[in-house]
């Protein structure tokens, strides 16, 4: 037969952070080496969505313009413009940015400023390779 073992009633974790402001809000940070987890960039995702949702209305010829397009949505021609401007990135930034793993460089009014149209160009315009090589 086995004894029965005693299970304490606390448990006392140390878990070492430090907590920083940005922007008005509080975050933790990790000490230095630690893997940061995945965030995803939930305004980044939504325009990225938006630009390819409006890339397929205007390739389907519903809309001529997008002018048309944008006094439908209800948004000002010209930041449908930068938005659309999106979906000429390169594949491997909208994958960083739709799994989380892009750098905190890489923020929608930085994508929304002109860049490169050659993929190869692209890293290097929004200088988001960090130590670990993340976008």
């Known amino acids: 037969?086995?004894?029965?073992?005693?299970?304490?009633?606390?448990?006392?974790?140390?878990?070492?952070?430090?907590?920083?402001?940005?922007?008005?809000?509080?975050?933790m940070q990790l000490p230095e080496?630690?893997?940061?987890?995945?965030?995803t960039n939930n305004t980044l995702v939504k325009a990225l969505?938006?630009?390819?949702?409006?890339?397929?209305?205007?390739?389907?010829?519903?809309?001529?313009?997008?002018?048309?397009?944008a006094e439908r949505e209800g948004i000002a021609p010209s930041y449908m413009t930068r938005v659309l401007r999106l979906t000429l990135l390169a594949p491997d930034i909208v994958e960083a940015i739709l799994d989380?793993?892009?750098?905190?460089?890489?923020?929608?009014?930085?994508?929304?400023e002109p860049f490169p149209s050659s993929w190869c160009d692209q890293p290097h315009h929004f200088s988001c390779r960090s130590e670990s090589g993340r976008l």
Request: aromatic residues 6%.
């Open 100 to 112: 989380g793993t892009h750098g905190a460089e890489v923020t929608l009014a930085r994508v929304l």
């Open 33 to 39: 080496g630690t893997p940061l987890p995945r965030r």
């Open 1 to 27: 037969m086995t004894q029965a073992m005693t299970i304490p009633e606390t448990i006392t974790i140390h878990v070492p952070f430090r907590v920083v402001k940005r922007g008005g809000r509080k975050e």
């Open 49 to 69: 969505a938006r630009a390819f949702r409006w890339k397929r209305i205007l390739e389907s010829s519903e809309f001529t313009t997008i002018a048309e397009l």
